[in-house]
Structure formats: C-alpha cells, structure tokens
C-alpha cells in the first residue's frame, strides 16, 4: 500500500518536472496553431518515428506537409522540433544570432571538427580567418584548373562505351562527374594531382559518398552518435564507416603533412636569399598553403588545417558534382528548346578553343538562369538544421511565437523552393525563363509577355528568400563563388560537346535526404549521351 502510494506520488512528481521543463515548447505549439497544434502532438509523434529514415523522411516530409498547417513544432522530449518551409520564416532564422549554430544532430557528420560545424565564437573566429582563401581573386585565378579537369571529362565521356550512346546509366555519369570535382577540389584547395577523372583506384570517391549515406543514417537516428551503441546495433555500418574514415583521413593527412613540410623548407631556403620570394604565385593561392602561414602564427595548428582541409575538400566535392549531375538530368529531360538556348549561346560567346574564362561566363545569361532553376527544383541541400542557443522571437507572424532555447529548427528548402504560393502553378516544373523574368524586372523592363506562363503579379511578390541554393543569412556559404564557378565550366564544356536527351520524367523522381539529395530510383533513370556530330546525323 505504502509502495503503491509512493510510486504514483514519484511519477506525479516526474510528470510535474517534465511539464515544467516543456512549459516553453508547448507555448510555442500553441502560439503557433492553437488547439490544433497541441491535439495534433501524437500524430506527429507517429509519423516522425514510422518515416525515421533518410530514404523515407524528405518523401514523407513532402507528402504529409500540405495536411498541416506551418510553421509547426513537435515536441521531442524537453525540446522542441520548429518545422519551417516558408521564405519569412527561413529569413528570421538565418538572421538570428540565437540561430547561428548547427544542432547535436549534426555531430552524427563524419566530418564534424572544421568550419562545416563550428560553432558560436568558434565559428566567427575560422571564417574570418578562412575567408580570404576563397576571395573573388583567389576563385578566378582557379579557371585553369577548372579548363583542364573539364577537358578530361569530355574526353572520358568521348572515350568510356559506358558514357555515350543510347543507354547511359545516370548512376554512370554521376560517377565521373564526382570523381572530375573531387580532382578539381583536391588540386585547388590541397594542390595535389590525383588523376581522379581516369580512375580511382582508392575508391576515395566512393568512401566520400558512403560517409555521407552513413551520416545521414546517424542524423535522424542520433543514438547511433555514441560509438558503443553504434558498434552493438548496426555493426556492419559501424565496421564500415570506420574503414572509410580511416582511409580518408589517411588520405587527407599524407597530403597536408607532405605539404606543409615542403611549405616550411620552401620558407627557410626563402629566408636565406634576401629580398627574394620563396613562394611561387601558385602555391600561394593553394587552400592549405594559405593557411599554413596561421599555423607559423600559432593560430592553427598541422591538425586543426587537416580537418579545414577534409571539411573543404567534402563539402566542395559532393555539393558541386551534385549539382552538375542534376543540371544535366533536368537539360536531358527537358523537351522544350532549352538546350538549343544554351548551346546557342555558349557557341556565340566561347572562343573555338573552348577554354572557358571568368568574362565569358558573366555574359552567359541564359546559363545562369538554366543554373538557377536546376538549383531551384533539386536542391542540392534539401533540409538545413539550426540550434537556437537561446529564446527568439519568429518574426514576420501575426501573433507573437517565442521559440524556446535549446529548440532544432528545420529549414526545408527543398519543399519552399517548390512551393506554388512562392513559384505559382509551375512550381515543379522546370522553366530557366523564369528566371530571366525575374531579372528583366529587376532592371525595369515589362515581363508582361514572357513566355513562362507565370503571372506577373506572383513574381512581383517573391521573397527574397524564397530561392537558397547556397543557404544565406549570418552562416552562408563559404563556397558559393566556387562552386557556381566549377558547374559552369563543367556544363558548359559538356553542353558544347555532346547532346542530352532522357525519356525519364522528372515527376517520378523518389527524393532520398542523404545530407545531399539523391535518388531512390536512379538506376532506372536511363540518358542519350550522343556527340552533336552523331546526334546531327541521327535527326
């Protein structure tokens, strides 16, 4: 009797500490949707446990989204999930000092010690600091690079049976484009040749691409964050994605220590021959060589640059070759004259030698709106996280909503970007002309008679935030003008030489949230890769 008493007296008093502790979040719910927004609490539940999966939870989120009103909070334990797919929305939050961080989710990233996840003075600290390695400057004076690495996918897409003709596996083509980005990152931020674009025997590519299939696992399922549980309940994946950081970590430190030995004997020989420069103008504009100089100032040390240097050489790697591949599927699967456009222009603005240079590329206007829509409708980065370090205030909402410290905001980019109230009734379709309204517009000029079928008075509304391929606000991309830089290059060589066409529809794509965005279904998604000579001839 005594027991049974102090048992429910025990659990009272649990119940009234954890209510205490949720007093905030349940403020937020119910300033946010009222009485539906609390009632709605274990629906939410359900849904976000049965689809707690990176092949399942972007298809889900798109599908049950509409059902809701949004923004929405879930309550997860003492904390709050803050869903958010509205450009006003996204602008408080990318704005806000409170917002500035990544959440503990995202410790589950196999690459969690460089900028990528730094966090608060930290963070501030390493992006003064690496900042000027990715000066507009420093970016052009790269085109060489780009050209070349170009020039050697042209030639294994010329050369390799597997990439042209009338049955190119998409899977194929993503394979090379990935290897060729991860040369250019691996030449422009560590200086090295890898010879990625012909072969990689390594499999260095894959085991990047892996990691990332891993973390994304590790993301939504942040147990498997404490390696004891990892190791008990997913061996395999655990065994696996040990090898694979070992192998790039490897891979990444031989180069950087190599490096930085060759740096410092470069700069005693220097010191030695007065008035003379010990360093070539190439090496100088090196990623790591720049940062070498904060480690002789002590303000980095060999290992803190090989994390800076395995971040960089990731994030550029797969966000840009990502990008590139979903450009070409949206140009093959498109039966509009899209690609006429585009090859019309490269041809009147390229010189015949086809090298392509930072002037031609700023003439190359329908390009840029080609570029922005493919960004638009696959996001690269479907779903960013934020950490509120402390209470803030979501603006731009009628009725005050306080979001509580310690809360995980959800910024779905991939759903905003596609959203009829931001892009009318053509929002997932693809449309580059769009774009070029948009502009026109912007300079003044009437758009009335554009052929994109989108009322004007939708454009004149758009919010500036409602297109964030490279995120934006307080913790934008470092990268931005570099990796823009690279997908054009690279398209514009492919565009120039082969012709793309596909007979699969961009509607049947099954979105997988891999921390970038991938396919359920890409070993169905078959190309025509045909040299214009040949595809000429076929007509």
């Not at 990439?163 to 691996?186: I, M, P, Q, W, Y």
């Not at 591949?325 to 390229?350: H, P, S, Y």
Request: hydrophobic share 40%.
């Amino acid at each position: 009797m005594h027991l049974s008493v102090a048992l429910w007296a025990c659990g009272a008093l649990l119940a009234v500490l954890l209510t205490w502790q949720q007093r905030k979040c349940w403020r937020l719910i119910w300033q946010l949707n009222g009485w539906r927004g609390v009632v709605q609490q274990p629906l939410l539940w359900i849904l976000l446990c049965v689809n707690l999966h990176p092949n399942s939870i972007l298809e889900k989120v798109t599908q049950y989204r509409e059902y809701f009103k949004r923004p929405m909070a879930v309550l997860v334990g003492t904390r709050v999930l803050l869903y958010i797919d509205d450009p006003a929305g996204m602008e408080c939050v990318l704005n806000a000092p409170e917002c500035l961080d990544k959440t503990f989710l995202q410790d589950g990233f196999f690459v969690r010690r460089g900028l990528l996840h730094a966090r608060g003075q930290r963070w501030k600290l390493r992006r003064k600091q690496l900042n000027p390695a990715f000066s507009h400057n420093i970016v052009a004076s790269f085109f060489d690079v780009f050209n070349s690495v170009g020039n050697q996918i042209i030639e294994q897409f010329a050369s390799q049976p597997n990439l042209h003709g009338k049955a190119v596996k998409f899977t194929d083509a993503e394979d090379l484009l990935s290897r060729a980005v991860l040369e250019v990152s691996c030449l422009t931020i560590m200086g090295t040749p890898t010879h990625f674009t012909q072969i990689d025997d390594a499999h260095i590519a894959h085991s990047y691409k892996r990691l990332l299939e891993i973390s994304a696992v590790r993301v939504v399922k942040p147990w498997l964050q404490i390696d004891l549980l990892h190791r008990l309940l997913a061996p395999e994946l655990y065994e696996e994605s040990r090898k694979c950081c070992q192998l790039l970590a490897d891979f990444v430190g031989g180069i950087v220590r190599t490096k930085h030995r060759n740096w410092r004997l470069r700069d005693a020989v220097g010191a030695e021959k007065s008035g003379e420069d010990s360093s070539s103008g190439w090496q100088r504009r090196i990623f790591i060589e720049q940062i070498f100089q904060l480690a002789a100032n002590g303000e980095m040390t060999l290992e803190e640059i090989m994390d800076e240097a395995q971040s960089m050489v990731l994030v550029s790697f797969e966000t840009v070759s990502n990008s590139i591949t979903m450009a070409l599927l949206c140009l093959a699967a498109n039966k509009g004259d899209c690609q006429r456009r585009l090859l019309a222009e490269i041809r009147a603005l390229v010189p015949d030698s086809g090298q392509v240079g930072l002037e031609q590329l700023q003439q190359l206007r329908y390009l840029d709106a080609f570029v922005s829509e493919s960004l638009r409708l696959l996001a690269t980065v479907p779903m960013n996280l934020r950490h509120v370090s402390r209470d803030f205030q979501l603006a731009g909402r009628e009725r005050e909503a306080i979001v509580p410290q310690n809360s995980i905001v959800v910024l779905d980019t991939f759903n905003m970007q596609r959203d009829e109230r931001w892009w009318g009734a053509t929002a997932k379709q693809f449309d580059p002309q769009r774009f070029l309204d948009q502009d026109q517009q912007a300079k003044g000029q009437d758009a009335a008679g554009s052929g994109s079928g989108e009322p004007r008075r939708q454009r004149d509304r758009r919010h500036s935030y409602s297109f964030l391929p490279f995120s934006s606000g307080l913790r934008s991309c470092i990268g931005r003008r570099y990796g823009l830089f690279i997908m054009k290059v690279f398209l514009v060589k492919l565009i120039s030489n082969f012709d793309f066409q596909s007979d699969f529809e961009l509607e049947k794509l099954q979105f997988v949230e891999n921390i970038s965005l991938k396919f359920k279904n890409a070993d169905d998604i078959l190309l025509t890769i045909q040299p214009h000579n040949q595809s000429k001839d076929s007509t």
